[in-house]
């Protein structure tokens, strides 16, 4: 299956952009209250590239993240977007840069008493006052179309399935046409069908839109199947990153358990 690294290069839009990182850490460092989360993690990632992380539970996925995102702060580190740190900067500017950023929350995070067409059209409200109610509302319809939820929205979230929650929280997370998305665990809590259809979507959203992208997942056979490369972390530290056939021919004891294991 053609990977959304190998559209990328077929349409030479990684060799356009000669591959600079669209986000890169270095040197992460996260502690709470004496815990060490992360002890020193690096990592990036570049347009038209999904890399998927994977590890443990506990291991500092998600703080990993929240970092990104700018919703926490690293103890020491540098996280670059295009190339500007945002360690450091001001929170407006934080801000700023975060509306270039699409994220689904681990536990989808829709809010319960807005209808799914409400939830998609939130981040439109609040940041692109400059559209009119009538243009928003054919943006929802078309991002609701984009993940197959089209039917739905005037449906509550507690009326739809998991995997249809995480539609509606990946058509949000498009709203503001994000240069880079973050995914904490789209598939964690849902059968394999509706697993599948998940990788799918991702797979079509990053072909259509070449974003750079992040995807949390304890899944090996989702991070196989949606990422160029693969991160397994363990104890606040990357153990090893490459493609999936690197991690087969790894001789490093934890990465042989998490193959074996998943
Ligand atoms: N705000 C916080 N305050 C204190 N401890 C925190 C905070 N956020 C995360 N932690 C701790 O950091 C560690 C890593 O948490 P994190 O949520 O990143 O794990 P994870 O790898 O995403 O796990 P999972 O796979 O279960 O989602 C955990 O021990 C967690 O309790
Ligand atoms: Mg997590």
Redesign the pocket.
């Known amino acids: 299956m053609a990977t959304a690294y190998d559209i990328a290069m077929k349409h030479g839009d990684t060799e356009k952009d000669g591959g600079a990182p669209v986000v890169a850490v270095e040197n992460l460092h996260k502690s709470?209250?004496g815990?060490k989360?992360l002890n020193g993690i690096s990592l990036s990632v570049s347009r038209g590239e999904t890399l998927a992380v994977l590890?443990?539970?506990?291991?500092?996925?998600?703080?990993?993240l929240r970092l990104i995102i700018g919703l926490?702060k690293p103890d020491s580190g540098s996280i670059r977007i295009h190339g500007r740190n945002i360690v450091g900067l001001a929170l407006d500017r934080v801000g700023e840069i975060r509306k270039k950023m699409g994220f689904l929350f681990?536990h989808a995070a829709l809010y319960d008493s807005l209808t799914v067409a409400e939830n998609v059209a939130f981040p439109l409200e609040h940041h692109r006052r400059d559209i009119s109610r009538s243009e928003r509302g054919d943006r929802v319809k078309r991002l609701l179309a984009e993940v197959g939820m089209e039917g739905d929205f005037g449906k509550m979230p507690s009326d739809i399935s998991g995997g249809m929650q995480k539609r509606v929280g990946l058509a949000r997370a498009l709203a503001l046409e994000p240069e880079i998305l973050l995914l904490d665990?789209p598939t964690a809590g849902l059968d394999p069908i509706s697993s599948a259809e998940i990788d799918d979507l991702i797979l079509k959203l990053q072909r259509e839109r070449q974003m750079a992208s992040i995807v949390?997942t304890?899944d090996l056979h989702s991070a196989r199947i949606i990422a160029n490369r693969l991160a397994l972390?363990d104890q606040g530290n990357v153990v090893i990153e490459g493609a999936f056939e690197d991690l087969q021919q790894s001789d490093i004891v934890l990465v042989k358990e998490f193959l074996k294991l998943s």
Do not use: D
């Open positions: 709470f209250e815990l989360v590890g443990r539970s506990g291991t500092g996925k998600s703080v990993l926490e681990q665990e949390v304890h972390l």
